[in-house]
């Protein structure tokens, strides 16, 4: 099974910061890889796909970058709406798929 | 708009089954593999398994094989999630996910979305 590590697995920031999650796979999965976001008591929502494609309605404050093993999700200006858990997702071994374990973005 | 609704909470003894339902709106059902994800209190998800609501084709992560079953009923736009041989460890969320495709340079990318709003599945004796 495709591994997945995200780093930090919690951050403090504060609003209008500049915020860098890393997504790292125990193997290459090109460019197959998916961020989300998670409020408490909510499903996860997509943000950006195929690494770097951000979804229609997403803020273009949202970003990622990446392919092979190591992925990057960065959010340019922190939002008081971004407080929330983050993940990442790779569909390189579908149907198998599996997600990162986390960030959890609080306000410092 | 896309939508996916599921079922209320349920609570269950060890050893019982329980069965999840999921109820699409918005696009044609059979057009979209629906996956079930579950995720215990802060863990992150967990992928269960896929269908096809067309063909009802199925597909398992080897840790549920044998205690999972997902299903469909193409008339009501519905698909079902039966997990059977429960346990406290079965504690979770468990959602339902449409996946997603778009084509970028020839290359077909999936994701799930969207998601149900969850359903709350608590085993405790």
């Known amino acids: 099974d495709i591994q997945m590590t995200q780093s930090p697995s919690s951050l403090s920031a504060s609003i209008g910061d500049r915020v860098t999650i890393t997504c790292r796979a125990s193997q290459n999965i090109d460019s197959y890889l998916n961020w989300y976001q998670q409020k408490p008591g909510k499903a996860p929502t997509v943000l950006i796909y195929?690494?770097?494609n951000l979804k229609t309605g997403v803020p273009s404050r949202f970003s990622g970058s990446g392919s092979g093993t190591d992925f990057t999700l960065t959010i340019s200006s922190l939002q008081p709406e971004d407080f929330a858990t983050y993940y990442c997702q790779q569909s390189y071994s579908m149907p198998s798929w599996t997600f990162g374990q986390g960030t959890k973005v609080e306000i410092k | 708009q896309v939508q996916l609704v599921q079922s209320g909470a349920e609570v269950k003894k060890p050893g019982a089954s329980v069965k999840v339902s999921c109820k699409a709106s918005?696009?044609?059902?059979?057009?979209?593999?629906i996956n079930w994800v579950r995720q215990a209190t802060g863990q992150g998800p967990e992928w269960m398994g896929w269908?096809?609501?067309?063909?009802?084709?199925?597909g398992y992560s080897q840790k549920f094989q044998g205690r999972v079953t997902m299903t469909r009923n193409t008339s009501i736009n519905t698909a079902y999630m039966e997990l059977s041989s429960l346990r406290s460890e079965d504690t979770a969320v468990y959602y339902c996910a449409r996946r997603s495709r778009a084509t970028i340079f020839g290359v077909v990318f999936y994701w799930f979305d969207p998601w149900g709003q969850g359903t709350l599945v608590t085993v405790s004796s």
């Open positions: 195929a690494a770097s």
């Open positions: 269908m096809n609501p067309n063909s009802g084709n199925t």
């Open positions: 918005g696009y044609s059902f059979t057009n979209y593999d």
